[in-house]
Each structure stands twice: as C-alpha cells, then as structure tokens.
C-alpha cells in the first residue's frame, strides 16, 4: 500500500528565512505527487502538482518542490518565508495509472510556524 | 467560476443520532470524493463517487455511506454517530482523467 511520510511535525522559522519541508512517499511505480496547504479551519488548497517532466516544480505564493525519484522524495521549498505562510503543510500522492487506485494518501501534516 | 461548495459549515450531533452532508463539486468536474480529518490529523479517504457510483471505498465501516446526483452533486451520511466521528469532513471534486482535486473548505461535525 501507498504511503507518505512527514517526518517533522512541527518546523519554526523566522520571517524572511528559507524554509525546506520533507515528504518521502512509499509506493511501486511512478506516483503523482501534491503539496496542500490548510490554514485553521478551513479546507485544502493546492500549492503545487507533479505528475511527469521537470522534476522541479513551481507553485503558488512562491512555493517549489523537487521530485527526487532515487530518494522517494519531494519537499518542498520556499527561498524566503512570509508571516502569512504560517498554516499546516499536507504532503500527498495518487496513483492514476491503477484505475482502483486514485484516492489520495496524505501525511500527517507538518505545522509551520513563523517568528517575526 | 464556483470552487467546491460543502454544507452546513458546521455542526453539532448528538450521539446515536445521523447527518448528512452536502457538496457541490466545480464546475466541469465529475468525481467527488469524501476525506474525514480528526484534529491534528491528514485527511483520511472515506470513499469516491463516479457516474452516482461508488468506485472506491477506504478503511471505514458501512455506516459511512454516500450517493452522488445527475448533476454530480453528492451527499455523505453518516449512521449511529460515535463519539469518535468528530472531524472536519472535507469534500474534494475532479475529473476522473486527470488529476487536481479541488477541495471544499468542510464541514465540522461534532458529536456529542
């Protein structure tokens, strides 16, 4: 069975630093990988999609992600972080090629906090 | 261009008792699926509606059942509520053939 790991849980950094959040999935075959951001009590809104090509990839509000297929990986990247960025950070992947296969399979989520 | 609309926001159930949520999936998109999320938790699959069909169900129990409508619409219910159904249920909408799953911003149920 899929799986994806988060492996920090709770990641604090200053405004304006760079920031790096770690996602190894566990899965046979090419996976399709996503990164979800979720503010408090609200819904998931996508920040970036890999599906095949480029292995690094740009989202939204200046997000990347790197697909890393020797490692099992794709974290994701922001150069420098804003106060707003401040959210739970969901790692997810899919499998479009298993017709019975095409739930997503989140992590457990890794919580940033921003310092001023 | 309307995303995925979920209703109610909240909710409050006692327990024993069912519910019923509602989501409207984005225009242009003919799947739906249902996650559940417990606080401080990823959102677990609940199970993916397809041509009002059910095509793929997760690791829940039959209590947990669904329907989807002509117009794509769907609705999750849920039977003899358990204190432990708290969650934020959250609906996501797609096309079958693609990828991007747009989701809704949830329901909040709590079972009392």
């Known amino acids: 069975a899929q799986s994806v790991t988060q492996p920090d849980i709770h990641i604090t950094v200053s405004e304006g630093a760079s920031l790096e959040l770690r996602c190894n999935y566990s899965y046979g075959a090419t996976p399709y990988l996503f990164w979800y951001v979720q503010s408090p009590g609200q819904g998931l809104q996508l920040l970036l999609k890999y599906f095949s090509g480029d292995t690094l990839v740009q989202g939204i509000k200046g997000f990347e992600a790197e697909f890393k297929r020797s490692q099992s990986s794709f974290n994701l990247r922001k150069p420098s972080v804003h106060w707003s960025d401040a959210a739970e950070y969901f790692c997810a992947v899919v499998n479009f090629m298993d017709t019975g296969r095409r739930a997503l399979t989140f992590g457990s989520g890794t919580r940033l906090q921003v310092q001023p | 261009d309307a995303g995925v609309t979920q209703s109610p926001t909240h909710l409050i159930k006692t327990r024993g008792q069912q519910v019923t949520l509602r989501c409207s999936p984005k225009?242009?998109?003919?799947?739906v699926s249902w996650y559940q999320q417990a606080l401080g938790q990823g959102p677990q699959f609940i199970f993916q509606y397809y041509e009002e069909e059910e095509r793929q169900r997760g690791n829940f129990p039959d209590r947990f059942s669904g329907h989807q409508f002509p117009n794509y619409s769907s609705e999750l219910n849920v039977n003899a509520l358990l204190l432990g159904d708290s969650a934020l249920y959250l609906c996501?909408?797609?096309?079958?053939?693609?990828?991007?799953?747009?989701f809704g911003s949830g329901t909040r149920l709590t079972v009392v």
């Open positions: 996501a909408s797609s096309l079958m053939e693609s990828g991007g799953y747009t």
């Open positions: 225009s242009g998109h003919d799947t």
